[in-house]
């Protein structure tokens, strides 16, 4: 039987094919890895660091100082976010809808008598988180505290009422008496750290360390059950 060489150029096109495949797989499972053992790492020394505080070990936990922030009597740093940006919700521009002029006639003696015109309507603008300073941000046992150019605020973790976090790099606060919330922006590179460091000190604050260690321990289990599977 003839030898057909074009079999042997399927053949080793189809090989190099799945070879080509093989190692681009490859590069995504140790993408994948790599990815995992930095979550694991950092939930590690995260619960380590709730583990200290309930058992009273803080001794070189938190370093970094103040940054020149005035600290209360009981007052400790937790972290200082260098570069923060201050978020408060503004209402945009009002805008108008609908409304004409209609038509107006001259009767006498410079009276003139309009008629057919229709009032517009008011939209409010609409309400949305808006950068207003750019500064940094404390953050304590106590406290958040954002120091800007021109604009100085404050969240006492006491005094909360929620505080959301996104993974893009910023949170919010709502603070009993405050009509509207308010936070600050710290980017995505470095959004676990802060948000960890926010949740420490609300913990710190309100002494519901137990929870969020109970929290990270959750967070644990299911890392590993996402490594397993």
């Known amino acids: 039987m003839p030898y057909d060489a074009r079999v042997g150029l399927f053949d080793g096109f189809k090989r190099r094919r799945a070879e080509k495949a093989a190692a681009e797989q490859r590069v995504v499972q140790e993408a994948a890895l790599e990815t995992w053992q930095a979550k694991s790492d950092r939930l590690d020394v995260y619960i380590d660091a709730v583990e200290r505080c309930i058992s009273g070990d803080t001794d070189g936990l938190f370093v970094g100082g103040d940054g020149g922030f005035i600290l209360k ?3 400790f740093a937790i972290g200082c976010v260098q570069n923060s940006a201050l978020l408060e919700t503004v209402r945009g521009p009002s805008t108008y809808q609908g409304g004409y002029g209609g ?12 008629t057919g015109g229709v009032k517009g309507k008011r939209i409010p603008g609409e309400e949305k988180l808006t950068v ?3 500064g940094d941000t404390l953050i304590t046992n106590k406290r958040a505290i954002f120091r800007g150019a021109t604009n100085n605020s404050e969240w006492p973790f006491s005094r909360l009422v929620a505080c959301e976090h996104n993974e893009a790099g910023w949170s919010t606060f709502a603070v009993s008496g405050r009509k509207k919330n308010s ?3 710290y980017g995505d590179d470095v959004a676990a750290e802060v948000q960890f460091r926010l949740e ?3 913990a710190l604050c309100n002494e519901t360390l137990d929870r969020l260690l109970a929290e990270l321990r959750v967070e644990r289990q299911h890392l590993d059950a996402e490594r397993s599977a």
């Open 200 to 202: 420490l000190g609300i």
């Open 183 to 185: 936070g600050f922006a």
């Open 132 to 134: 207003i300073d750019q």
């Open 73 to 75: 009597g009981d007052e």
């Open 103 to 114: 038509v107006s006639f001259p009767l006498f003696a410079g009276i003139r008598f309009n």
